[in-house]
C-alpha cells in the first residue's frame, strides 16, 4: 500500500506564485492509499483549508486524506480553535487527525502538531523573551478562552507538553507492525541544518529520550522546510516539508521521493 506524509504545502504561496507543485504528479496521488497533509497547509484556514482541500480532493477521495494542523494553519485563526478546524476538514470529507492513530498495512502512523518546549539553543528564559518578537506565531495567532489575546511562549509549550505526552503513552503501547510518528514541529535539533542558535527552539525540541524509550521505525515532521534525513539510533528523523514555491524548483521530483510503501496486511493466515 503506497502513502505519503507530506509538510508545508502552504497552498496559499503557490496559488499567489500561479503554480501548483501537484501538477507532474497526479497519476501518483491518485494512486495513494493515504495522504497525510502535516501542517502549514494554509494561513488563514477558516477561508482557505476549503479551496485546499476541493484541490488535492480532485486527485484523490477526500476520505483517503488526513490533515492536521501546522503553526500556520492558526494564523488570522486561533490556537483554541481544533474544533473549526475539525469541522472545515470534516465539511470536505477529510479526516483531521491531531492526536490520532492512523492505521496503513501493517504500519500505524501517530499523528500530532507537537509545537516545542522552547529548550534547546541558549535556553528557555531567553527563548521566550527573544523568539516571540521573530516569530509571526505571536502576532498572528490569538487565543480565543483569553480574551483573544495574542499567543505566548507558555501556551505553546503546555500544549507542547500535551502532545508530547500523547505520544509517549501512544508510543509505549505494543504494536506488532511498523510504527511512524507524524509531527509538524521537528523532534531533534540536529534536523535543523540552517538556523540561527537564537531561533532553533521554535523548530525543534530533543525529543532524544522518547526517541531512544520506544525506538519508533521513523519520525516524519516538517516546519523547518530542510530536505534533511539521518538517524538517531534505529530511528530514522525524515523531514517531508514541500516548502516555499521560491525554494522548491522541483515539487513532483520532492513529492514523489516522499511516497512510502507498507506491507499489506492479509487477513488470511
Ligand atoms: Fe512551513
Ligand atoms: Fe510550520
Request: include cysteine; charge should be negative; hydrophobic fraction near 40%.
Amino acid at each position: 500500500m503506497k502513502y505519503l506524509v507530506l509538510a508545508d504545502w502552504h497552498y496559499d504561496h503557490w496559488k499567489k506564485a500561479d503554480r501548483d507543485p501537484f501538477a507532474d504528479v497526479e497519476r501518483e496521488i491518485s494512486e495513494l492509499d493515504l495522504l497525510i497533509l502535516a501542517g502549514d497547509i494554509s494561513n488563514k484556514p477558516r477561508v482557505r483549508w476549503k479551496n485546499a482541500f476541493a484541490e488535492i480532493s480532485r486527485l484523490l477521495p477526500p476520505d483517503r486524506i488526513h490533515v492536521l494542523p501546522g503553526n500556520h494553519d492558526y494564523y488570522q485563526h486561533v490556537f483554541d480553535g481544533d474544533e473549526r478546524l475539525s469541522e472545515i476538514a470534516a465539511a470536505a470529507g477529510v479526516r483531521y487527525a491531531n492526536m490520532a492513530d492512523i492505521r496503513i498495512g501493517d504500519t500505524r502512523l501517530l499523528c500530532a502538531t507537537l509545537w516545542t518546549d522552547f529548550e534547546i539553543g541558549p535556553g528557555r528564559m531567553i527563548n521566550e523573551e527573544h523568539i516571540p518578537r521573530r516569530m509571526n506565531d505571536y502576532k498572528l495567532i490569538r487565543v480565543a478562552s483569553h480574551g483573544y489575546r495574542k499567543l505566548r511562549p507558555r501556551d505553546v509549550i503546555q500544549r507542547h507538553l500535551s502532545h508530547r505526552t500523547w505520544l509517549d503513552t501512544q508510543l509505549a503501547r505494543p504494536f506488532p507492525g511498523s510504527t511512524n510518528v507524524v509531527t509538524h514541529h521537528a523532534p531533534h535539533p540536529d534536523v535543523l541544518l540552517d538556523y540561527s542558535e537564537d531561533l532553533e527552539a521554535a523548530y525543534a525540541s530533543d525529543l532524544s529520550g522518547i526517541i531512544a524509550r520506544h525506538a519508533p521505525e521513523a519520525w516524519l515532521f516538517g516546519h523547518s522546510h530542510d530536505a534533511c534525513s539521518l538517524t538517531v539510533g534505529p530511528t530514522l528523523l525524515k523531514n517531508v516539508s514541500l516548502g516555499y514555491p521560491d525554494d522548491v524548483a522541483d515539487p513532483a521530483g520532492r513529492i514523489r521521493s516522499l511516497i512510502r510503501e507498507t506491507e499489506t496486511v492479509s487477513d488470511t493466515v
